[in-house]
Every structure is written in structure tokens, then in C-alpha cells.
């Protein structure tokens, strides 16, 4: 595609370092592979999630045929020392650091590079280290370093630092003699109103590369997400409901306990709701039992998965084949048990899955007619899974992040695709769900206006479980104060 060629002839033009931000589904793993090509960027080392380890080798072999790949598993027994193309996952990159510092690769690609987001991260240290050591063994000439994310950034401009850093754009916390340079020929201080507005440019001249389907792909089918509220009106929708009574009591017992103290006659009201909301939601990271809010969406997911089931049945019967998103894996099994006694064959794409076991289940749902459903993990098949077969998406779960939700989505909505896509949104209204559905949404405009310069509502950059949080006790204090 035309997009696709621009960002190639950049490359042959002598660019080397980019953030290809490229909306899901548009070709940037064909595009880095080709670059390297282009680039003559070889020995290529690539790291990836573990889910996609395969899908790589493939289209290093499509896309570059004349170029030998190797994938690197466990501890590297199979390695071909000889091969151009080299694919380790995040996950056992620290087993294999060593080698690959001092092996000599004149480029390197980090796919889904938002998982580098936090500096301080053994993965994040681990990838900086190796970019740094190719700098390095490289004097004179610049290697070729491309991080590959559809999401970027997901809470704050933050997540792009580590990214930088790999790309050798910024050192630690002060931008890098090229980016330092573009900013002070620029002429402007920081004091002057148009520093900003030229200084974001020079960062994105520096190789920011975002696209969006609506711009680049216009053969590429529509998407809509659908909202389908559900009723919970059976005995485990009335235990939800008491469970999320239960736990707004907890938190307004708190905060009536703040509000009598010493430090209410110095904080306000909100002030009190945002310290009640942030100590719950650290004693709920700290440990997964008792009542908190991801329990309370685990119960929720367990309750929606009956009838999440029931509708994607429904739906196979009248469009074909369907791919059903769940976070947990309860949740999973329960559809799957469903769909056995409707008499649909289903795949299964879920964590515990070798890399070439998942593979075959995604051939088989996009090749076999008979095979009616696939069954995924939002985790485990949100990213680099391409399940285009299918033109409609059950999202039985709420994601965390409109990212994450996203990315889900364009596991079918994706370059070959050529019908409209559906995402049926099931949502259980009436409970905190419906609440995190409208959040998720409302995160949506943070990436739009960082990368895309578009117009959008500010929000607020706390967690979507936060927000959830304070809002149920929001509500518990305006219904005690109206008492």
C-alpha cells in the first residue's frame, strides 16, 4: 500500500531510527521486515511478545525469502548462528543477553514496544541495554532501530520515554545530541509560546510515524463497537449487585473515618474520595482476595459469560464465524463448554499455549469452514494474531484500557479484511461494568490528541479502575448525604 512504500523510501533515503505508530492492521511488521531489506540491516534482531514469536518467522520468510530466519526458544539450543533475521521474546531475553550484546546486529526491531514503557523494568533495562551495545559496536553508522506499537501511549507522555531512549532520541532524562540540535535551530526558548508546538514537531520529525486507517486505508472496511447492555436479573446478578453495595460501604467507612479526623478539616470531600479510592486500589494489587474491584469484575465476567455465549451462537448462525474475547479464563471455558452443546466447533487462543500449538489453531479457524468460533484471551491473542476470517468480535469482557480493546478489535479489522467489522460490546448494566465501558471510551481522546493532534475532551489521566473506584464512592456519599 502506498503508506507502506512512503515509509520504505524514508529508509532508503538513509532514515534509520523510527516509532512506527501505525494503527493495528496496517502492515508494520511486512513494513520493518522489508525495511531491514532496504537497509541491508543484517544481522536483524527482533523482540517480540511470546504470541507472535511464529507469525514473525512467517513473514520474514514471505516478505524476504531470500533472507534466513531463526527463532530463538528456551535457551537457545536450536540457534542458527548463521541466519539474517533473529526472533526472541521479551520473556527470555535476560537468559540470552550476553550473546546478543556482543553478536554484532546492525539493526533492531521492538514489536508492541509499549511493553518498554516503564524505564525501570528488567524488560525495559534489558532492551535499552542491547540497543545501546549495537550503537556502540556500530561507530560511524547509524543502525537501524524501529519500535513497532499500535498503542503507544496508553495513561501519560511518559510511556513514550523508554521508547525514545531505544531509539536513541533522548539520554536518561535530557534529549540526545540530534534531537538537541533540532530543538535549538528552531530559535525559540522555552519561554516563547511557539517552542512547544515546534518542539513536539521536531520530535516527530525525528521518525514518528503514525497512521490511521481512515487516512491510509480507504479500501479498508468500516468498524463500529456495539454496546449490548445485558440484565444480571438471576441470583448471581442479585450477589453482584450486594458485592458492589458491600464494597461502596467498605469505602465510605473509610472515608467517614478520614472525614472525622484531623485531616478532615484540611482536605475537601474529593480530596478524601481520591485517598480512600488510591489506598483500595494498592491493597488490592498488593493481594487478589477478598471484595475489590477486580473481583468484582472477575464476578461480573463469570455472570455476562452465559449469556455473551448464548448471543455469539446466535451470531455465528447468521454471519458465520466469530472470534469471542474474555480476560479469564473461567470465562473461557464456560463459552467453550456452551458452544460444544450447540454443536459449533470452536479453537481456543489462550497463554498457556506453545507458540506453535496457537498457530495452528489460528490456521485452523481461518482456513477450516467447519470451525465456527475462536475463543481468545485478551491477553494472550490482543496482539499480533490475525483472525480476519471472521468479521464479527463479542467482546464478553471489559478491557482496562480502549487500547487493549483495540487491539482486540483489530485482530480482525486489519489489511485482507474486506466486510464491515462488528465489535459486540456485552456490557451488564445496572452494575460498575457499564461505569468502566463509559471510562474506556473516555481514555480513547488521550492518544488521539498526542499522535494525532485532534481535537479532544481532556481526561483525566488516573486508572480506569481508579476512576471505577471513585465513583462508587462518589455515589455512597451523595446517597448517605441525601439520607
Known sequence: MKHQARFLASVRNGHRSFL????????????????????GAYPLLVVVPNVVKMNWAREVEHWTPHRKVTVIHGDGVDIDPFADVFVVNYEILDRHLSWIS??????????EAHMIKNVQSQRSRNVLAIAESIRERSPGVSPLLIALTGTPLINSIDDFRAIWRFLGWTEADKPGPELMARLENNGW????PGF??????SVIDMGIVRRRKIDVAADLPSKRVVDLPIELDDELGRGIREAEEQLARKLYDRFIVIKNGKLGAKLSDEAIVRM??????????????????????????QAKAGLAADYTAQLVRSVGKVVFFAKHIDVMDRAEALFAERGLKTIS????QTATFRQQQIDAFNNDP???????????????????????????????????QTQAIDRVHRIGQDEPVTAWRIVAAQTIDAKIAELIDGKAGLAARALDGAEAKQEDADSVQL???MHVLRRAVREHEGR
Not at 512547544?196 to 514537531?201: C, F, G, L, S, V
Not at 474491584?293 to 461480573?300: A, E, G, P, S
Not at 487462543?349 to 498457556?352: L, P, S, T
Not at 485478551?378 to 468479521?391: E, I, K
Request: aromatic share 4%; hydrophobic share 45%; proline share 3%.
Open 467 to 469: 476512576e471505577s473506584l
Open 276 to 301: 480512600v479510592c488510591m489506598q483500595e486500589l494498592e491493597e488490592s494489587n498488593a493481594s487478589a482476595d477478598g471484595l475489590n474491584v477486580f473481583t468484582m469484575v472477575r464476578k461480573i465476567g
Open 196 to 201: 512547544y508546538p515546534d518542539a513536539r514537531q
Open 20 to 39: 512506527l505508530a501505525d494503527e493495528p492492521g496496517l502492515g508494520k511488521t511486512a513494513q520493518s521486515v522489508l525495511a531491514a531489506s532496504v537497509a
Open 349 to 352: 487462543v489462550r497463554g498457556d
Open 102 to 111: 556482543r553478536f554484532g546486529f546492525r539493526g533492531m526491531v521492538v514489536d
Open 370 to 404: 467447519d470451525v465456527s468460533v475462536a475463543v481468545c484471551s485478551l491477553t494472550a491473542a490482543g496482539v499480533g494474531v490475525n483472525l480476519q476470517a471472521a468479521s464479527n468480535v463479542v467482546l464478553a469482557e471489559l478491557s482496562w484500557t480502549d487500547a487493549e
Open 189 to 192: 526558548t522555552p519561554a516563547d
